[in-house]
């Protein structure tokens, strides 16, 4: 058989059952720009790899690699007398004059996350026209290849980013001796200068910015500031390569590392930072990031590429493996044959692809696991991956809903661990929301607002009056944050974690009694109040955007009330603020159904400046809230499908993202299904789109657009809540199984109380399941038919709207089976 024909029919079988195993992205072509690179990353470097043929591109990260310093203090010091000034315009009804005085109760911007540089391969060919392309991804392996043939060599490239040995690991091979001549270099858009560090070592020390300014135009006009900002120097680098082989020639100098008549070479490489925390100047003595980097690649480089795989393989699928996921018994369809960008296209066309859909469902649980490790940074509006020296909305945390939607699915997907980083910038941002609290309103407790940084940033954003209301002054960005600390304990039932993390939940609840006014009814009020980035008709034609007792503030209160009061009880602590807690709630203005029969979004039941705008903030409730609820709440449920129906099904990525969860919590499978078909739309343009056009980039990164890492981690999160919901303390399985999904099996979930969950079905019915009870205590099950608990005294209930309840007490590490009937 000729050569040529041979390796196309093993591609063409290893093409088949990839597909099959619904866990690598394929391409018959390189990458032509960044949304059709692929991601790798171990939660500090992250790496976007394009798979060129004469010239490979690796754009780099690294996730502490940030602009700016530590937050100032006292920038806004008139900001208190303003407060008074906004509420008593807010009384009389003058929004406009509301809006106007709130823009003064602003201060500095967010900083930027910053890219490191880019890897660059240049390979010297006897040819450019390669046969037998092919790239991957395998995210079952955490592993980017690349292959082709020129001049019938075959050549391949392999990488992978180590989180135990903290190096980006690139084997380079041709299957013939001597034929690998190449040229690595380091690049960067930041400050920078190159280093030699020996025959076969190599890269660049530079220096971030020192502050972000938005407006920024990088030419000579405004020249970039690397020093004294917050009283710090920008943040320095180093970045290295370290070339290995075992034949050939390596020459290494200023302008990269040659390499020479080489068959296999290993390059390592890696960076650190001089961020030492978020509250210490970058450029102060206390980290060595070139002591720091030299270890990292020392240490590599005694092991060989075997060693350093099986150590990757071995970390990595620790975490990806305890979830798997199959649909319609994965079967193959015409479309899950194609390569991914062309198999996207056939499934916007309308193709059936089951196997696309879970390949879905791991990446977004591949890329949590990639962007955000024990002990690192939590992952932004982008994850780890970022390309810009002005990326879009700076690539910071913003966590008026993104940085939330980004750890939906940390706990219920058993990536529990992934979600520390978010816990660490929650305390930072808890340190100076205390002292914005203080310098801001003249408050208790601690605040944030809309943006966040590195820096633990909470001040309301604006560069003091550029920035709008609608979103610069937002509030409730501690109370959210705060729901984070008590999933992850509702989820673990870890009580000395709850102890710990207390203390920054009662301090949000603190901020929010005292922000807390009474309106003229005697009710508890938010003032000034904002649906983030939505604006309101009032009046003659007026628009507004800064009012009161909006819907998603007090919902957000609600949540944070009710989870703080119930941290208390279980700690047993704190009686007496448990009152006060308490009778506040009782007294929170109401949630209200408009004269449509939707869930007002507003104080008064005003119509909305863009009724299908991207936001639909008043649904925190429903979700990731708990007060809203078919079972429980059926009006508030029906008015909830309302509001949806009236904001329609288009959006950006991140909010069809959001409108799977809703549909899954209405229990309306097909919906929520129609909306992950959705934001699984080909998408190519990079440009801005606030309105709609959401859907996936060639790579499957959620395309806002631009891409934004949100959507696929709300994605992740509104699957499982198709498969599994147990916000209402009960697990109930299969709540909103779409009618596509006739069979399948997802195993290793996690449920509330510190339950793992399998479950099965046929025939869109429930078969089987397994209960494994991590801490013990009672489970509540709630099916749609009956089902059998074997080997175990259970009580068993109908409801009447139809549904089964069955429940039963568990002990410790105990396993628990059942069947449908």
């Known amino acids: 058989m000729h050569k040529s024909l041979f390796v196309s029919l093993f591609l063409l079988f290893f093409y088949s059952n990839i597909s099959a195993q619904s866990a690598v992205l394929w391409y018959k072509q390189p990458a032509k720009v960044w949304t059709e690179s692929l991601p790798l990353g171990n939660g500090r470097l992250g790496a976007m790899v394009f798979g060129g043929i004469n010239q490979e591109l690796i754009q780099l990260n690294e996730s502490s690699l940030w602009s700016g310093g530590p937050v100032k203090t006292n920038v806004n010091p008139a900001a208190p007398s303003i407060l008074p000034l ?49 790239r991957d991804l395998n995210i079952a392996t955490a592993t980017a290849n690349t292959r082709f043939t020129i001049g019938g060599v075959n050549y391949s490239r392999e990488i992978f980013v180590s989180a135990p040995d903290q190096v980006i690991v690139v084997k380079i091979k041709s299957d013939k001796l001597g034929q690998l001549n190449l040229h690595i270099l380091a690049k960067s858009l930041l400050q920078n200068q190159p280093i030699v560090v020996s025959n076969n070592e190599y890269g660049i020390k530079g220096r971030a910015p020192s502050v972000n300014f938005p407006s920024y135009v990088r030419d000579k006009k405004n020249p970039i500031s690397y020093t004294d900002a917050s009283g710090c120097n920008g943040m320095r680098f180093d970045y290295r390569i370290r070339a290995i082989s075992k034949d050939g020639q390596i020459i290494t100098d200023t302008t990269g590392i040659q390499i020479n008549h080489a ?62 996921f199959s649909l319609n018994n994965n079967q193959q369809t015409e479309n899950s044959l194609k390569p991914t960008d062309e198999r996207l296209i056939g499934y916007t066309k309308g193709a059936d692809d089951p196997l696309l859909e879970s390949l879905y469902f791991q990446f977004g649980r591949y890329l949590l696991i990639s962007s955000s490790r024990p002990g690192g940074t939590a992952a932004n509006l982008q994850g780890i991956w970022n390309k810009e020296f002005k990326a ?98 509702l989820f673990s039932m870890d009580t000395a974690f709850l102890r710990k993390w207390y203390p920054v939940m009662k301090g949000a609840t603190e901020f929010t009694l005292d922000w807390l006014v009474k309106d003229s009814s005697g009710l508890w009020v938010t003032m000034p109040s904002m649906s983030p980035e939505n604006d309101f008709i009032f009046g003659e034609k007026k628009t507004g955007s800064v009012s009161v007792a909006t819907t998603m503030d007090m919902s957000i209160i609600r949540d944070l009330f009710s989870n703080t009061l119930a941290a208390a009880k279980v700690l047993g602590i704190d009686k007496n603020f448990q009152t006060l807690v308490a009778e506040r709630y009782a007294k929170l203005f109401p949630l209200q159904i408009g ?52 904001r329609g099904d ?66 992740v999160s509104g699957i499982t809540e198709m498969l599994l919901q147990s916000h209402l303390n009960e697990i109930h399985l299969l709540p909103a199984l779409p009618s596509a999904w006739k069979s399948g099996d997802i195993n290793g979930l996690r449920a509330r109380g510190a339950f793992e969950v399998d479950i099965q079905w046929k025939e869109n019915k429930l078969s089987t399941a397994r209960i494994f009870s991590l801490k013990g205590g009672l489970c509540k099950l709630r099916t749609k038919n009956p089902i059998t608990v074997i080997g175990i005294k259970t009580t068993s209930t109908k409801t009447t709207d139809g549904y089964y309840l069955a429940q039963f007490n568990t002990v410790k590490n105990q396993t628990i089976l059942l069947k449908g009937n």
């Open 392 to 489: 879009p909305w700076s690539s910071n945390y913003t966590i008026n809903i993104n940085t939330e939607m980004n750890y939906w699915p940390a706990e219920m997907t058993n990536l529990s661990e992934m979600h520390a980083p978010l816990f660490d910038l929650i305390k930072s941002i808890s340190v100076t929301g205390a002292v914005t609290a203080k310098e801001f309103y003249n408050m208790k407790g601690w605040v944030a607002h809309h943006n966040s940084d590195i820096w633990g940033l909470s001040n309301p954003v604006g560069d003091f009056g550029k920035g709008d209301p609608r979103w610069a002054n937002w509030s409730m960005g501690a109370n959210w944050l705060s729901q984070d600390l008590w999933e992850h304990y």
């Open 86 to 134: 906004v509420r008593e315009a807010l009384f009389k009804e003058d929004y406009k004059l509301a809006e106007q005085l709130t823009k003064k109760l602003q201060g500095v911007y967010s900083e930027s996350y910053m890219p490191l540089g880019d890897l660059v391969i240049r390979q010297q060919l006897v040819d450019t026209n390669a046969t037998n392309y092919y």
């Open 595 to 646: 004269a449509k029969g939707n869930l007002q979004e507003w104080y008064k039941d005003w119509e909305d400046v863009d009724p299908h705008h991207r936001h639909v903030s008043q649904l925190f409730a429903l979700h990731p809230g708990k007060q809203i609820s078919p079972i429980t709440t059926p009006a508030l449920a029906a008015a909830a499908k309302k509001t949806l129906e009236l």
């Open 650 to 715: 288009e959006g950006t990525g991140w909010s069809l993202a959001w409108k799977i969860n809703f549909w899954s919590r209405l229990l309306d499978g097909d919906h929520a299904y129609s909306l992950l078909r959705n934001i699984l739309r080909y998408v190519s343009t990079s440009g801005t789109n606030y309105s709609k056009g959401g859907g996936s980039y060639a790579n499957l990164f959620d395309a806002h657009p631009p891409f934004q890492i949100d959507g696929n981690f709300g994605a």
């Open 263 to 324: 068959t296999e070479v290993i390059l390592l490489v890696s960076a650190a930072t001089s961020f030492n925390g978020f509250d210490k100047c970058p450029d102060s003595e206390g980290k060595d990031e070139s002591k720091l980097v030299s270890s990292y690649l020392n240490n590599a480089a005694k092991k060989s590429f075997a060693q350093l795989t099986a150590t990757h393989l071995n970390d990595f699928n620790h975490y990806f493996k305890r979830v798997s």
